[in-house]
């Protein structure tokens, strides 16, 4: 394996950071792109299958279809950070699948399109990767 | 008799002289001749560094804007804060942001040591920096640059850079800055003393245009020395692109 996943203070660190980029900013995010186009102040739980999974530079991609209200599916595009910091979070190009059911924590689209930017996952074996969903 | 004779040798072994000394000029760049050998006496910088620090920046506070610029940065945070895309002034997401941001994405970066330079890679955009440490002054009227032009040298353990000539659409620092063409920017490099594996940057923006007295601001990266950078081709699965009205873009669907 390429990367080796480093537990305790740096894992931590990292992942702050990838949570502050997400959840300080009332403005842009510092992101290679404005990142104004999310609301970083709402958490919104998606419950749905994989339909593609792009491990790329400088965002993975993850495509969910979501059942609305009706039981319709509809497809949610998932924007997420670089494939090396996803790393250190235990990601790997191999870990989502077509067919996988999911739960995905994202920052919603403000504009309300079903787009969002990826906090956290919970995947098909029960392991959370990421921001786990708060307790109500 | 032998004055002619003694004509030619000194003629002969003159331009003898001529064309080695113009041959070492040819293969001898300036930098070629220093040794490898002095690179051991620099700190070790081996290794990926990753970004530690948030998107408010750091300790330095706000920047003291003169207030041309203020008002510049006052209508795009408003326009932040109200959730409206501000835009970057940049045609293209794909277009690397210059100095200083380049130094600051949430990529990670590496440093190679070789005589006379440092370089400077970023996974981010695969930009390559190139600081000059041979002595050369900095440029008198350089090509207006995204990363600017850059000479650096040590002092002790602590690598400064200086760089002018750097275009006048990249934003300073933060996000929505801007700055006019005099920006010169001093970067100190070095690792902290209490953590080896801790690498800490100072900036020191002058800009006698957009600033009222010199702006600090500092950053931390973390090493991993396991890591490798990985391509980053910004038009592949590019769903953030930038639209007539400036704003980022967020395609959806099968690209």
Not at chain 1, 68 to 83: I, L, Q, R
Request: one cysteine or more; a neutral charge.
């Amino acid at each position: 394996m390429r990367h080796v996943l480093e537990k305790g203070s740096v894992r931590a660190t990292l992942l702050a950071v990838v949570s502050a980029v997400l959840l300080l900013t009332p403005g842009p995010a510092q992101a290679h792109h404005s990142g104004a186009m999310f609301d970083t102040t709402k958490e919104v739980r998606l419950v749905g299958v994989i339909k593609a999974f792009r491990w790329s530079n400088p965002h993975a991609w993850i495509e969910v279809d979501v059942p609305d209200a009706a039981g319709k599916p509809v497809t949610w595009g998932v924007e997420m950070t670089s494939p090396s910091l996803l790393t250190d979070d235990g990601w790997k190009r191999s870990t989502l699948h077509v067919g996988d059911k999911v739960e995905l924590l994202v920052a919603p689209l403000r504009d309300g399109k079903p787009g969002g930017s990826y906090l956290g996952v919970k995947l098909p074996d029960g392991r959370y990767l990421g921001r786990e969903p708060k307790k109500t | 008799m032998a004055a002619p004779i003694l004509s030619a040798l000194m003629i002969a072994l003159g331009s003898a002289a001529v064309c080695a000394l113009a041959e070492a000029q040819q293969t001898k760049p300036a930098t070629a001749t220093a040794p490898y050998t002095k690179l051991n006496a620099l700190p070790d910088w081996g290794g990926i560094w990753a970004p530690a620090f948030s998107p408010a920046g750091s300790a330095g506070g706000d920047p003291p804007l003169t207030p041309e610029y203020k008002t510049r940065y006052d209508a795009f945070r408003a326009a932040s804060t109200a959730g409206r895309d501000a835009g970057n002034g940049r045609p293209s997401n794909c277009q690397p942001p210059g100095m200083p941001r380049i130094m600051l994405q949430p990529y990670n970066i590496e440093f190679l040591f070789t005589p006379g330079r440092v370089t400077i890679i970023q996974e981010a955009y695969m930009q390559v920096r190139r600081v000059f440490t041979d002595g050369r002054p900095l440029p008198e009227d350089p090509d207006p640059a995204f990363n600017g032009h850059s000479i650096g040298h040590w002092e002790g353990d602590t690598l400064v850079v200086e760089t002018a000539g750097i275009r006048e659409d990249t934003q300073l620092g933060r996000v929505g800055v801007s700055h006019s063409d005099q920006l010169r920017v001093v970067e100190r490099y070095r690792l902290d003393p209490a953590n080896p594996d801790k690498l800490m940057l100072e900036f020191i923006f002058t800009d006698p245009k957009a600033l009222t007295k010199p702006w600090t601001q500092t950053y931390t990266f973390v090493r991993h020395r396991e890591w490798e950078q990985i391509e980053f081709i910004c038009a592949e699965n590019d769903r953030n692109p930038i639209g007539e009205d400036g704003k980022t873009q967020y395609i959806l669907g099968d690209k």
